[in-house]
């Protein structure tokens, strides 16, 4: 019974929420610009401010947020730490009950459902009051919805690019990657890379490892050879589209031809990144954030990056993903102006410069990113930075995001397992991803 | 009188309370969402008899369902008549008894993370311990957790369960052997009765109250089934239908994807189905528990 207790506990949440919440409506839709942000002739008004950090500050920069407190003695900062894969259940009890942190940051996809919600705050008001928009890059905007409201700020933006081994590449005598490699080249080299090296039939070196996720995996190959996932009003699926079942074909024929390791040798190597840092696989995906992994674990590996391959027309596609912040739209108004304060100066140049040192995602002020440490490995940040310009996309998120993406994945799952053609899972995934997507019109 | 019964209440209000607060109103409140769309920010949507409908046309619910009742078939024989049989030996006079009892009893405490994990890696297809035992007696390697055949990873989990829970169960049947009267035992041997019709005979009539308990309890379990699955089928948000149990789309509905009416539904349904088997177990049950 404890799954109908917690949702008997979240229930009850909820009743004293509705009782409460009638009363406050009208004081939560006050114009953000009439009351207005300190002003620095005025004194400085005190405030209180919730921020929620999921996975604490191992993800966030504990400097930043030092120096927002130091920066704003006026501004009274509780911190609510909770890990990872408790937050999303957490947080949606203290939405349903209203007692949400004032500011917290979650998968940018699933903002967008608290946008459709009423859970987020419209940032654009703000946006447009107090940032200068040529500071930025057009990931400031990656939680915009399509009703133009934005509901979140980035918390740095995370692309992938394609990240090789340079020892296994001299060793076999194969030339680098480029920036105008296509996926079948990547392919045709994966080939030539993989190897038996000690003759027990089976390989211990692959040319490639594949991701089962859907950033580093699948949404790229189903879009490397021009096919879709959702079309371009996010309301229909793609996937049995010729070109899309054709790139996921070359996905799964990555494990069914042995040029990538398979899901249990990967979970015994300890994921992707691990079996291409400790020399077993010669190329992977690689998300921006994975180097800060991988040069605290493997210092030595010598390893570089380019940009994503160009799919068979000729297009790149840079999967983007980013955890955004969101003011809670139940805050009160004060809290929320509190909120903004910590956004406006999270985005400065001071904070983002700290967050493009970290190595942990690309920062989306234009002056920050020059300041990627081009010292520590990959030294090609122009891989990831540039990725972003010419062709970085999000993984087609939409307020249902979360829900599609849960319906598709195990079945993503059995096709590179090899237990289900692609061509038969694709159909599968194609019905469950429709159904979803009407559910939510 | 009326004095008397004030005081009654007055000091039944905390217990009264609770029930109402935390079990009357949810159970109420959670019938009236499985008729509302509600994403648990907006007040809840009337939307009638969808959700019941959806839930009829839903593959993946009928499959949890499948898996589960299967689960619950392994599980819950498998596990009562092993509690029983370690119970009745543990309770002669053996060497290092508690030491044996310490030992099924262990599992039960040992935390679900750690339990699944360490199993996880025993069935692991390629590396597991289990597949190397097998393949060293020349046996082929069997796809424990992830095999095309839906009932094959079904069964694995429901044996590392009994695994887990076994202890409880023993627990319990052992005090209620340790309960049967010692006269008993002596009337039987002067009979000359043998140990097996010992068994039959005096032990298992006497303790099957308490076997009837274990029953119902591990039945209710195993329907709701949710941390063995989510820890041997290692990524919580993405198990496929063929290892899904209601539990889980439950859970999934209400906290990740936050449709608490159909999630309710599901509850509901869920709540349905163990309610039958209950009641079916209890119309058997005067067929051979025996009450003193």
Redesign the interface.
């Known amino acids: 019974?404890?799954?109908?207790?917690?949702?008997?506990?979240?229930?009850?949440l909820?009743?004293s929420l509705?009782a409460c919440s009638t009363g406050k409506t009208g004081e939560s839709s006050t114009n953000p610009a009439a009351s207005g942000t300190p002003q620095a002739s005025k004194a400085p008004k005190e405030m209180k401010l919730k921020i929620g950090l999921p996975g604490s500050y191992d993800v966030t920069k504990k400097e930043i947020i030092d120096g927002f407190i130091a920066k704003f003695p006026n501004i009274k900062t509780e911190i609510v730490e909770a890990p990872w894969?408790d937050f999303?259940?957490k947080i949606?009890?203290e939405?349903?009950g209203g007692t949400a942190p004032d500011i917290w940051f979650q998968e940018n996809a699933v903002i967008l459902?608290y946008g459709s919600?009423?859970?987020a705050e419209d940032l654009t008001p703000y946006i447009k009051k107090d940032l200068k928009e040529a500071d930025y890059i057009s990931g400031l905007y990656a939680a915009k919805a399509s009703n133009g409201k934005v509901y979140g700020i980035p918390h740095g933006i995370n692309p992938v690019a394609l990240a090789y081994n340079k020892k296994m590449f001299t060793d076999a005598g194969v030339p680098l990657p480029t920036d105008n490699w296509t996926y079948q080249d990547m392919i045709d080299t994966a080939k030539k890379l993989t190897k038996d090296t000690n003759g027990d039939g089976k390989p211990d070196q692959y040319g490639f490892a594949a991701s089962v996720g859907i950033t580093q995996g699948w949404y790229p190959w189903a879009r490397s050879q021009g096919g879709q996932v959702l079309d371009e009003s996010k309301t229909k699926a793609m996937f049995t589209d010729p070109k899309s079942i054709a790139g996921i074909k070359a996905w799964a024929d990555l494990v069914k031809t042995g040029i990538s390791p398979?899901a249990?040798?990967l979970?015994?190597a300890g994921g992707e990144w691990k079996a291409f840092a400790s020399n077993k696989a010669a190329m992977f995906f690689m998300q921006y954030s994975n180097q800060a992994l991988i040069n605290k674990e493997f210092a030595s590996l010598d390893y570089d990056t380019v940009m994503m391959p160009k799919g068979a027309d000729g297009k790149r596609v840079v999967p983007i993903v980013t955890n955004s912040w969101v003011i809670f739209s139940k805050a009160k108004q004060d809290a929320k102006d509190a909120a903004w304060e910590f956004l406006k100066y999270y985005l400065s140049e001071e904070a983002q410069t700290v967050l493009a040192k970290s190595g942990a995602s690309i920062p989306v002020q234009k002056n920050a990113i020059t300041k990627l440490d081009a010292n520590a490995n990959p030294k090609n940040k122009k891989a990831f930075s540039e990725g972003i310009a010419q062709a970085g996309v999000t993984t087609d998120e939409n307020p249902?995001w979360?829900?599609w993406r849960?319906a598709a994945?195990?079945?993503f799952?059995?096709i590179l397992?090899q237990?289900l053609a692609p061509e038969e899972g694709m159909k599968q995934i194609q019905d469950k991803v429709q159904k979803v997507l009407d559910q939510n019109k | 009188m009326r004095n008397e019964a004030r005081w009654g209440y007055l000091l039944t209000l905390p217990f009264s309370l609770n029930l109402l607060v935390f079990f009357a109103f949810p159970f109420f409140f959670s019938l009236y969402l499985t008729f509302t769309q509600w994403d648990m920010f907006n007040a809840p949507d009337w939307i009638g008899g969808r959700n019941w409908s959806r839930l009829i046309q839903d593959a993946s619910f009928w499959y949890s369902l499948r898996n589960i009742l299967l689960f619950a078939a392994i599980f819950v024989p498998l596990q009562t008549i092993l509690a029983l049989v370690l119970a009745y030996f543990l309770n002669q006079s053996i060497r290092g008894k508690s030491f044996y009892r310490m030992l099924y009893f262990l599992p039960v405490v040992t935390p679900w993370l750690a339990g699944g994990t360490m199993w996880g890696w025993l069935l692991n297809k390629t590396y597991g311990m289990v597949n190397y035992m097998l393949t060293s007696l020349s046996l082929p390697p069997v796809d424990w957790l992830d095999s095309k055949q839906w009932w094959l990873p079904i069964t694995s989990v429901a044996l590392v369960n009994v695994w887990k829970g076994v202890g409880s169960s023993m627990v319990i049947l052992l005090a209620a052997i340790q309960g049967v009267p010692k006269d008993l035992y002596e009337a039987a041997s002067l009979e000359g009765a043998n140990r097996w019709s010992v068994f039959w005979r005096i032990v298992f009539p006497l303790v099957s109250p308490m076997i009837f308990l274990v029953l119902v309890l591990s039945t209710i379990s195993a329907f709701q089934a949710f941390d063995v699955f989510l820890v041997m089928f290692d990524s919580p948000n993405v198990v496929p239908d063929s290892k899904v149990t209601p539990n889980i789309l439950i859970y999934k509905d209400a906290f990740l994807t936050t449709k608490m009416g159909y999630a309710s539904a599901m509850s509901w349904a869920l709540f349905i189905v163990i309610l039958a088997v209950t009641l079916v177990q209890k119309r058997f049950e005067k067929r051979w528990v025996h009450y003193e």
């Not at chain 1, 019974?1 to 009850?12: C, E, I, R, V, W």
Request: charged share 20%; hydrophobic share 45%; glycine share 10%.
């Open positions: 019974m404890k799954k109908s207790l917690m949702t008997a506990a979240a229930s009850l909820v009743v509705t894969g999303a259940t949606t009890t939405i349903a459902g919600r009423g859970v398979d249990d040798f979970k015994v249902s979360q829900e849960l994945q195990p079945i799952v059995d397992g237990k």
